[in-house]
């Protein structure tokens, strides 16, 4: 799995590993120093607790489509806000609005820092 050149890119990226299905592929495309939040409240971070909530996303099986509603970049930090879903065949799994925190790395490729799936909900409130 390449990760993205460009920080717009990500959310492309990130669907495209979680449709391969292999936990390891959708970790690469994380600094596993930040943080994930898999469930509304409920953030976690550190290797082993994302490939946690990575395997939980996994375990909905069906097709990820990620949908950038915008990426804001200034220098090595990018935010993002995104609209996901998981689907099978006409069958909405989960669908969500996120938002993301991308960091470029050293070799000019970007990971996310902080993966907030649920933060752009109308819902959530502080």
């Known amino acids: 799995m390449n990760l993205p050149k460009r920080a717009e890119d990500t959310h492309a990226a990130l669907a495209a590993a979680f449709n391969t299905g292999d936990v390891h ?3 690469s495309m994380y600094d596993v120093s930040g943080f994930i939040v898999p ?5 976690v971070s550190g290797a082993e607790r994302f490939e946690e909530a ?3 996303i996994l375990s909905i099986k ?15 930090i990018a935010v ?3 609209e996901w879903s998981i689907t099978d065949g006409d069958e909405v799994k989960i669908s ?11 070799d000019g490729t ?3 820092l902080i993966d907030h799936a649920f933060g752009a909900e109308a819902s ?3």
């Open 62 to 76: 069906g097709k990820m489509e990620i949908k950038t509603v915008y990426c804001l970049q200034t220098g090595d």
């Open 39 to 43: 469930e509304p409240g409920k953030p």
């Open 80 to 82: 993002g806000r995104s």
């Open 25 to 27: 592929t959708v970790m």
């Open 124 to 126: 959530l409130v502080a």
């Open 96 to 106: 969500a609005k996120g938002i993301e925190v991308m960091i470029q790395q050293n």
């Open 110 to 112: 970007w990971k996310i």
């Open 54 to 56: 990575i395997k939980g």
